[in-house]
């Protein structure tokens, strides 16, 4: 694996300056996944000798002379902070050469598809973020003439994929586990198509579900990377942030170098960058991403497996599940460290349902959308919220919450109607658990005519 560090490629007014990397030593380069997570980027200030780097929250840099600085000028087009985040990033997602970090994953988005220029074409997976779902359809449809094709990615044939490319098709967005219905793209399989395509499409994959711990898409042939920082990787609800990371290599088809200054000089030209601050937050947290997801991941076996015996569920969608259809597939997708987690530290009893992976459950209960939704307000432990990936458990109904920007015909056909979504937190796994076995016995109990779903049930 290749570590190397981006710096800030533009100058305040847009001009370009050139990227430059630095390679980390041998040593650094066979570091674990923690490791890498607690150290890169994070390396005590040479000044003060403190641990924990200072945030640099300077909006402007003295320069020696016109133009002759010490790599940076003004915050908007580089930041020493963010520089610093965006190490890290690189050196987590393995294979990774490049990181821009956004002040939104919706930022990071936007930019993506920005650089893809007026008059493409996309052909997304049919089970899409909303948000993802809302700009393509409504905005860069509408400002950059952008057309999008949503194609069942999971289930479609060779053919059919290849079929909806077209001669300007330049980008393939692919989720796996897709939002929230959790299917899963097999992303090898769609690389293969991607290159032969005459128009040679960019594969990006949405990676915020799994985290760069569960899943390494750019091992598996992925030209973009994209996170929702907000989620996982910054792991405490307090920051709003989004990165795009790019292979280390480039390919005869794609040269990441320059696929890099374009995102960077678009991120500098419309402003969508993160504050310090947020930086410094992001980059505390991704220290802990290991050790926080496999207890996510533990935590989302145990309650799946669980809600697969209530009677009141009628559903349950978890790819870790021996039980799910694609199970195969989920363990083949691991990433070298998360299938190193689970060879390793595990005891075979705690696998005899499936495996973890990631922290996001979903599941129908009896009585659909309407049923969920009285359901959810009486949990104690999981916060009736949008968003996922903190620390603390959330749940949400995604047709009338995140998804609620997909209409209702296409909600249905993809299955989002009457499902209830879980972020599985780091909690005592006994406490959540039950907290869903008192609601889904009140449920149970009004089906079976011996009680009624109201607060003094509950």
Known sequence: MTILRSTPNTHANGHSTGLKHQSKSSSELDFGFSTRAVHIGSEPDPFTGAVIPPINLSTTFKQDAVGVHKGFEYSRSGNP?????????????????????????????????????????????????GGTFRYLTNVANVTMGTETTFLDLENATDDEILGAMKENTKLIWIESPTNPTLRLIDLPRIVALARKSPSKPLVLVDNTFLSPFYASPLLQGADIVLHSLTKYINGHSDVIMGAAILPSSSTLDHDYDDLAKKLRFLQNAHGAVPSPFDCWLAQRGAKTLSVRMKAHG??????????TSHPAVEHVIYPGLASHPRHTLARASLSPHAQRFIDTELLPSSLAHGIPYGGMVSFRVRGGTKVAGALLTKLKLFALAESLGGVESLAEVPAEMTHASIPLAKREALGIEGLVR????????????????????????EENGSGSLTPSDV
Not at 92 to 115: C, D, K
Not at 428 to 437: G, K
């Open 422 to 445: 879980l972020s599985c937190g780091i909690e005592e796994v006994e406490d959540l658990v039950e907290d869903l076995r008192r609601v889904l016995d009140a449920l149970q109990d």
């Open 81 to 129: 902070t963010r520089a610093a985040l965006e190490r890290t990033l690189v050196s987590l997602e393995v294979g990774a050469g490049h990181a821009v970090a956004f002040a939104s994953g919706s930022a990071a988005t936007a930019t993506i598809l920005q650089s893809l220029g007026p008059n493409t074409h996309v052909l997304s997976v049919n089970d899409v973020y």
């Open 298 to 307: 533990l935590n989302a076996l145990r309650i799946a497996t669980f809600l």
